[in-house]
């Protein structure tokens, strides 16, 4: 599975667009960007994922390069419950697949 | 979306004594369900793959007659932590995929928190 880098934290206002960046330069053609994330002290949430286009779900919308070596999820109206952990991982799609977490982007939404 | 539970979310125990930590999906089966580790300020670490009827798959350096792993059902999978030390206090999560959610699409249990005293 490729390697991903993302910042080690980032804060956001209230009410603004989060926007969360992630490098995959090392993508393959077949696999997947999965957004995750981690509210202190529970288990992950799935978030969004995606293979080349696009995607917009209720939770947010992942941005990603033509190229594909790089993403961007935004959560567009930031809320305190969006604190959180959140973790960038691509792989390849087969069912069960295990998944690599690295460190993640703590996101901070402020008041 | 797909619910996956644990009991008990927390436990204390005494160091030498074995605890066991239940994962269940409530509204899917799953044939494949994950266990993984977090300690303080740490990023989640795969522990172990758990197969439904057939023997566990552990990452390098975990000790499988430590962490003893039961998949005995499509909606239940245990984790044993045997002659526990303060070591291995830490956070334990189990996953699962669901195909309801897409390709991939793991779903989290809430956690249990082991003290080991």
């Known amino acids: 599975d490729a390697k991903t880098t993302q910042p080690t934290s980032m804060d956001c206002a209230e009410g603004r667009a989060a926007n969360l960046p992630c490098n995959h330069s090392t993508i393959s053609g077949n696999e997947y960007v999965y957004w995750y994330r981690q509210i202190h002290s529970q288990g992950p949430q799935y978030i969004i994922h995606?293979?080349?286009n696009n995607e917009t779900n209720e939770m947010a919308s992942l941005i990603i390069t033509e190229d594909r070596k790089s993403s961007t999820l935004i959560l567009p109206h930031a809320t305190l419950r969006d604190t959180a952990v959140y973790y960038c991982?691509?792989?390849?799609?087969?069912?069960?697949?295990?998944?690599?977490f690295g460190e993640g982007t703590q996101l901070t939404v402020n008041p | 979306g797909a619910v996956v539970s644990q009991h008990p979310s927390w436990v204390i125990c005494k160091s030498g004594t074995s605890v066991k930590i239940e994962c269940r999906s409530l509204d899917f089966q799953a044939t494949t369900m994950f266990w993984y580790r977090q300690f303080p300020k740490q990023s989640l670490m795969l522990m172990a793959t758990?197969?439904?009827?057939?023997?566990?798959?552990?990452e390098q350096g975990v000790e499988k007659d430590k962490f003893l792993i039961n998949h005995a059902s499509l909606t239940l999978s245990t984790l044993t932590v045997t002659s526990a030390h303060p070591e291995d206090s830490s956070f334990y999560i189990c996953s699962a995929p669901s195909v309801a959610g897409g390709p991939d699409t793991q779903y989290f249990g809430p956690g249990t928190r082991l003290t080991v005293l």
């Open positions: 991982i691509v792989l390849f799609s087969t069912s069960g697949s295990r998944l690599t």
């Open positions: 995606g293979l080349k």
């Open positions: 758990s197969n439904e009827g057939s023997k566990a798959t552990y």
